[in-house]
């Protein structure tokens, strides 16, 4: 197990000590007994939800994926820079460590709902938190809250366990298809995203839209592509096949001329709201 855990975790029932058995390897509450498995030194709290698709490890770094993807690596290397460099930081939904290189000189533990080989520790915090009060500087949540039905309920965990005056970055798809259904849920509004806030105790601090109008045309007609094309009849499917190799050179050129998709303010942007996605970063109240 993770050393950094020990000083971390408490029984999630009645909040008292747990300590570490070998044989079988579990950890259990010296108060109430009840126990949670550890495999292979991962404490697991909450089982794999049933019918999830463990994600595949891809190489991650500031430079791949999608604008989206690169946009939350600016985001969250900028925002490490102002968080105290000692400082305690929860992964939530780390995934494959897919920002495990961002968080490389950092004191860190990866939190997700299923065991991955890349995570500390096993909870789905909507249900179970067995982290003590104040535990952490930061929290990190990128591409997890439209995966959690109940996000309330974890937005309340996450406050609790972070220190007052502690940071929670969150980094949110809008106009993003569905991916890794069905467990995708929410689409959150900037508006929304305030209220969630404030429903916990969590200030904004910045809230920031990626805006990338050129990224959202060449997903409509990547759909087209795969989904419509092939329903069509032979003809018909030619002549659409070269409508679309014109408008995407088009749209090539176009993203020439305006250039890539940016990273402003809610409050500066000046397009139709319709971001990629949203950039928060939350402060919990002193
Ligand atoms: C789209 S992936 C994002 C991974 C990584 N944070 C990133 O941005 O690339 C969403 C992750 O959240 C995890 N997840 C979903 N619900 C969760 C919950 N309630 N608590 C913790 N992790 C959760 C999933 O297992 C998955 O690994
Ligand atoms: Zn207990």
């Excluded at 008292?16 to 498995?37: F, K, M």
């Excluded at 499917?237 to 303010?265: D, E, F, K, N, S």
Aim: aromatic share 8%; net charge negative.
């Amino acid at each position: 197990m993770n050393p950094v855990l020990e000083n971390l975790l408490q029984c999630p029932q009645c909040e008292r000590d747990l300590e570490i058995h070998d044989h079988p390897a579990e950890l259990a509450c010296v108060a109430c007994g009840l126990v949670y498995p550890l495999q292979q030194g991962i404490p697991l709290f909450t089982p794999s939800p049933a019918g999830l698709v463990p994600s595949e490890k891809i190489a991650r770094s500031p430079d791949s994926g999608t604008p989206w993807r690169k946009a939350n690596w600016q985001f969250v290397q900028k925002q490490l820079t102002k968080i105290e460099p000692h400082g305690l930081i929860l992964d939530v939904g780390a995934g494959r460590g897919d920002f495990a290189e961002a968080l490389r000189n950092r004191r860190s533990i990866a939190l997700d709902i299923y065991p991955y080989p890349e995570v500390d520790i096993v909870s789905d915090l909507t249900h179970i938190n067995p982290f003590r009060r104040a535990s952490f500087e930061a929290v990190l949540l990128l591409n997890v809250l439209e995966h959690v039905f109940d996000t309330n309920a974890l937005l309340a965990n996450l406050s609790r366990v972070l220190k007052p005056g502690g940071t929670l970055l969150v980094a949110i798809p809008f106009m993003v298809k569905m991916h890794q259904v069905p467990v995708d849920y929410v689409r959150y509004t900037e508006f929304a995203l305030m209220r969630l806030g404030e429903a916990h105790g969590l200030s904004i601090d910045e809230l920031e839209g990626y805006y990338d109008p050129i990224f959202f045309l060449g997903e409509g007609l990547g759909n087209l592509h795969h989904a419509v094309l092939p329903s069509l009849g032979r003809g018909q499917r030619q002549v659409a096949r070269l409508m679309l190799t014109g408008i995407q050179a088009l749209a090539g050129q176009l993203a020439r001329l305006v250039g890539p998709g940016q990273t402003l303010p809610v409050s500066e942007s000046k397009t139709n709201p319709a971001p990629t996605g949203y950039q928060v970063v939350y402060r919990k109240r002193e």
